[in-house]
Antibody, heavy 119, light 106 residues
């Protein structure tokens, strides 16, 4: 199960920060990856990036947000986080954390967090 | 990025109908394609992965086929619970999603 937390409103030019707490699995599981995906009426479902552990930690980011995004694991809390810098109203969306298992099934999704970028 | 185009964008059908949704990729994704169902206010739910494999717990009236650049999702006999929006997803090259097909009651 994935439980998301974070603010629902972020000011323009500030940083959007969300966390995804994992239960029933481990963020260090070397057969899964942990993704962030967002959904908006204008952009549809958009993959933002992922982090995963094999023999070391790896992150991959979408080109569209690569200069503004950080995804990182917190092994002490068994969770992973999303930071998106310098947000604009175009970053307004429902954000989901998603588990991707070894056969590339995106099988578990968080409940979604609506983040509105507004002053 | 690999682009996915779904058709139709909207589909009107009745309970008991057989319906098919198509997803076309801008380049080959082999069989790395999944289908999701989404209802308002909920996260997408995985139905089909690897083009034709049925996710555990998903009714057998759902089926997927295709490879390369053309894929289909078929619902053999629509049930009231099936009216929702459906998305295809490729994961041959990172991941992208189609724009969605809204399945409405006729």
């Amino acid at each position: 199960q994935l439980q998301q937390s974070g603010p629902g409103v972020v000011r323009p030019s500030q940083t959007l920060s969300l966390t995804c707490a994992i239960s029933g699995d481990s963020v260090s599981n070397n057969e899964v990856a942990w993704n962030w995906i967002r959904q908006s009426p204008s952009r549809g479902l958009e993959w933002l990036g992922r982090t995963y552990y094999r023999s070391s930690w790896t992150t991959d980011y979408a080109v569209s947000v690569k200069t503004r995004i950080t995804i990182y694991p917190d092994t002490s809390k068994n969770q992973f986080a999303l930071h998106l810098n310098f947000v604009t109203p175009e970053d307004t969306a429902v954000y989901y954390c998603v588990r991707e298992e070894v056969t590339k099934r995106f099988d578990y999704w968080g409940q979604g967090t609506l983040v509105t970028v507004s002053s | 990025d690999i682009q996915l185009t779904q058709s139709p964008s909207t589909l009107s059908a009745s309970v008991g109908d057989r319906v098919t949704i198509t997803c076309r990729a801008s380049q080959s994704v082999s069989s790395w394609l999944a289908w999701y169902q989404q209802k308002p206010g909920k996260a997408p739910k995985l139905l089909i992965y690897k083009a034709s494999s049925l996710e555990t717990g998903v009714p057998s009236r759902f089926s997927g086929s295709g490879s390369g650049t053309e894929f289909t999702l078929t619902i053999s006999s629509l049930q009231p619970d099936d009216f929702a929006t459906y998305y295809c997803q490729q994961y041959g090259d990172y991941t992208t999603f189609g724009q969605g097909t809204k399945l409405e009651i006729k």
